[in-house]
Nanobody, 125 residues
Framework: VQLVESGGGLVTAGESLRLSCTSSVPISNLNAMAWFRQAPGRERELVAASRAWFDGVYGDSVKGRFTISRDNARNTLYLQMNLLQPEDTADYYC????????????????????WGQGTHVTVTN
């Protein structure tokens, strides 16, 4: 499985971006997909996760601002990011698993077998 992210860039605080993650296999076969991010000097953290048959799970810092969604027809996972803040500046990574992942494990990186190369987001004041 290959995952390719796109959509990163430089924006001003309060603006929006939409990240895309395109899969080389049908995402309907991927039970769990997620977005993680890593800021300089910080650990990689869960941003949002999408599991088949369940509602999205979000990190506390992005709840109400970010939305994760899937387009099975395009084999693409999206992350709509609104009201961006400078603290959202990071490299954003797409991850996927064909296995079922429990809600308590969606933030566990080793639960995901496949990862993209990342796309960078910079938010300035």
């Amino acid at each position: 499985v290959q995952l390719v992210e796109s959509g990163g860039g430089l924006v001003t605080a309060g603006e929006s971006l939409r990240l895309s993650c395109t899969s080389s296999v049908p995402i309907s076969n991927l039970n769990a997909m997620a977005w993680f991010r890593q800021a300089p000097g910080r650990e990689r953290e869960l941003v949002a996760a999408s599991r088949a048959w369940f509602d999205g799970v979000y990190g506390d810092s992005v709840k109400g601002r970010f939305t994760i969604s899937r387009d099975n027809a395009r084999n693409t996972l999206y992350l709509q990011m609104n009201l961006l803040q400078p603290e959202d500046t990071a490299d954003y990574y797409c991850a996927a698993s064909s296995e079922r992942i429990g809600e308590k494990s969606v933030g566990t990186q080793i639960a995901y077998a496949w990862w993209g190369q990342g796309t960078h987001v910079t938010v300035t004041n």
